[in-house]
């Protein structure tokens, strides 16, 4: 087997288990009437690949899909209709971010700010998260301060 046959082989092996572990939390999501397709599965983890991909970024294990989809499956604002849509946006909105802030928070700040922004001030705006919301918090955390720790960017003062 060459190089190129074993990292197929592995990346689909990876891809596998990236809708395996999805395809679980579909017992927790159908609570608030959200399920995934097998179709719309495969479909996240095919632009997982490609929003890495584009964000240059390389990801070992699961990845971010599991914890967005349980971060966000019971926001008032994501509903059947737009969920797999909602979902696969966040992942991208996430990958850019992660970039964006040099990667000086974790997945679950990232994630945990990304919800609160959305629940709250971006009222379910995928744009408005992406370009207000997440752009003034990666400035701020280029720019070396440390608002951002803790409750994401308030001042403890």
């Given at each position: 087997?060459?190089?190129?046959?074993e990292?197929?082989?592995?990346?689909?092996?990876?891809?596998?288990?990236?809708?395996?572990?999805?395809?679980?939390t579909?017992?927790y999501?159908?609570?608030?009437g959200?399920?995934?397709?097998?179709?719309e599965?495969?479909?996240?983890?095919?632009?997982?690949?490609?929003?890495?991909?584009?964000?240059?970024?390389?990801?070992?294990?699961r990845?971010?899909?599991?914890?967005l989809?349980?971060?966000?499956?019971?926001?008032?604002?994501?509903?059947?209709e737009?969920?797999?849509?909602?979902?696969?946006?966040?992942?991208?909105?996430?990958?850019?971010?992660?970039n964006?802030?040099?990667?000086?928070?974790?997945?679950d700040?990232l994630?945990?700010?990304m919800?609160?922004?959305?629940?709250?001030?971006?009222?379910?705006?995928l744009?408005?998260?992406?370009?207000?919301?997440?752009?003034?918090?990666?400035?701020?955390?280029?720019?070396g301060?440390?608002?951002?720790?803790?409750?994401?960017g308030?001042?403890?003062?």
């Amino acid at each position: 087997m060459n190089i190129l046959e074993e990292n197929n082989w592995m990346q689909l092996l990876s891809e596998k288990n990236q809708i395996d572990a999805i395809r679980k939390t579909n017992q927790y999501t159908q609570q608030f009437g959200l399920v995934l397709s097998e179709t719309e599965m495969e479909l996240l983890v095919r632009e997982r690949r490609e929003s890495l991909k584009e964000q240059q970024r390389v990801e070992f294990g699961r990845g971010v899909l599991e914890k967005l989809i349980y971060a966000f499956c019971d926001s008032s604002y994501i509903w059947q209709e737009n969920y797999a849509d909602t979902i696969m946006r966040l992942q991208d909105i996430f990958y850019l971010y992660k970039n964006e802030s040099m990667d000086e928070l974790t997945d679950d700040e990232l994630i945990g700010f990304m919800r609160e922004a959305f629940d709250k001030e971006c009222q379910g705006s995928l744009e408005y998260l992406e370009d207000s919301c997440l752009e003034s918090f990666a400035r701020k955390i280029r720019s070396g301060t440390h608002q951002f720790m803790g409750r994401h960017g308030e001042d403890d003062e």
